[in-house]
T-cell receptor, first 112, second 108 residues
C-alpha cells in the first residue's frame, strides 16, 4: 500500500457519460498529480494541484476537469466520454513540487 | 518543446547486467527520475538524479549528464522479477514528464 488511495479501481461506462475519479494523497503530501495511461502508452501528464491551487497543466482535454479540496483529496471529472478515453488513470502525490511522486494503484476506466 | 527518448524494448538474461538509456530535451530541468512499472500496476520510484554523476542503490544505479541531456539506468544481477517497464521522467518546472518507457524482458 503506497498510501495514495484511488477509487474506484475499475469503472465501466458508456460513451457520452460522465464519471468522477477520486484520489486521497499520502498523509502530509500537499501536491496531487493526475496521469492518463492508455494501452501500451506512456504516462501522459494531465494536471497538478498544490495545496488546493492548480499548479501545472498538461494535455488535459476540455472535457476533463479536476480540483483539489481543502482536505487535500482530489477529483478528476471526465465528461462526454469517448471510446478513446478508456485508460488507466493514476493519481500521485508528493510533499511539494520537485519531489518523489508516490502513485496510487490507478482507476481503470473502460468506455463502451 | 519536450522530448524524452528511451528504447522501446530490451531483453536480457538472468544474472546479467543491462543498461537502459534515456535522452531528453526539455525547456527546464529540475531533476531526472527513474520508475519501475509492472504491467497493470502503479509506477514505483527507483532513483533520482539532479546533479551530474552516478547514484548507486543496491542492484540499481543511475547516471546523469545534464550537458548531454542523457541518463542511464543500470541494473545488475538481473532477476526474473526485474521484467517490467522502466520509465525515465524529467521534472520540468512544475511537471514530471515521462518518456514512453522501456519494456525489459529477463529470460532464464
Amino acid at each position: 500500500d503506497s498510501g495514495v488511495t484511488q477509487t474506484p479501481k475499475h469503472l465501466i461506462t458508456a460513451t457520452g457519460q460522465r464519471v468522477t475519479l477520486r484520489c486521497s494523497p499520502r498523509s502530509g503530501d500537499l501536491s496531487v498529480y493526475w496521469y492518463q495511461q492508455s494501452l501500451d502508452q506512456g504516462l501522459q501528464f494531465l494536471i497538478q494541484y498544490y495545496n488546493g491551487e492548480e499548479r501545472a497543466k498538461g494535455n488535459i482535454l476540455e472535457r476533463f476537469s479536476a480540483q483539489q479540496f481543502p482536505d487535500l483529496h482530489s477529483e478528476l471529472n471526465l465528461s462526454s466520454l469517448e471510446l478513446g478515453d478508456s485508460a488507466l488513470y493514476f493519481c500521485a502525490s508528493s510533499v511539494t513540487g520537485a519531489n518523489v511522486l508516490t502513485f496510487g494503484a490507478g482507476s481503470r476506466l473502460t468506455v463502451l | 518543446g519536450q522530448n524524452i527518448d528511451q528504447p522501446t524494448e530490451m531483453t536480457a538474461t538472468e544474472g546479467a547486467i543491462v543498461q537502459i538509456n534515456c535522452t531528453y530535451q526539455t525547456s527546464g530541468f529540475n531533476g531526472l527520475f527513474w520508475y519501475q512499472q509492472h504491467a497493470g500496476e502503479a509506477p514505483t520510484f527507483l532513483s533520482y538524479n539532479v546533479l551530474d554523476g552516478l547514484e548507486e542503490k543496491g542492484r540499481f544505479s543511475s547516471f546523469l549528464s545534464r550537458s548531454k541531456g542523457y541518463s542511464y539506468l543500470l541494473l545488475k544481477e538481473l532477476q526474473m522479477k526485474d521484467s517490467a517497464s522502466y520509465l525515465c521522467a524529467v521534472y520540468n518546472t512544475d511537471k514530471l514528464i515521462f518518456g514512453t518507457g522501456t519494456r525489459l524482458q529477463v529470460f532464464p
